[in-house]
């Protein structure tokens, strides 16, 4: 994955900027399907939530247990 920063919504003109990390939906996600998870990576963490449920708790890893994760999961 490509870590994507933006522009926070929370920015304004008067102060500096603020960013936050691009969340993806997994491609299995559908608006009538099963739930599925969005990850947030950047450098230092990669974030899981649930998709149905975004302001919900979230799962926090290290960017090396994600990629045992997924290497896991593909195997």
């Known amino acids: ?3 994507e920063w ?3 919504s929370y920015s304004t003109a008067d102060e500096p ?3 936050e990390v691009s969340w993806r939906k997994s491609s299995y996600s559908t608006a009538d399907g ?3 998870v969005e990850v947030a990576p950047t450098p230092s963490a990669v974030h ?3 998709s149905k449920n975004p302001d919900g708790p979230q799962l926090t ?3 090396t247990a994600w990629v045992g994760f997924i ?3 593909t195997e």
């Open 1 to 3: 994955m490509t870590l």
């Open 6 to 8: 933006f522009k926070s």
């Open 17 to 19: 900027a603020c960013v």
């Open 34 to 36: 099963p739930e599925c």
């Open 48 to 50: 899981v939530r649930d």
């Open 61 to 63: 890893v290290a960017p």
């Open 71 to 73: 290497r896991g999961t």
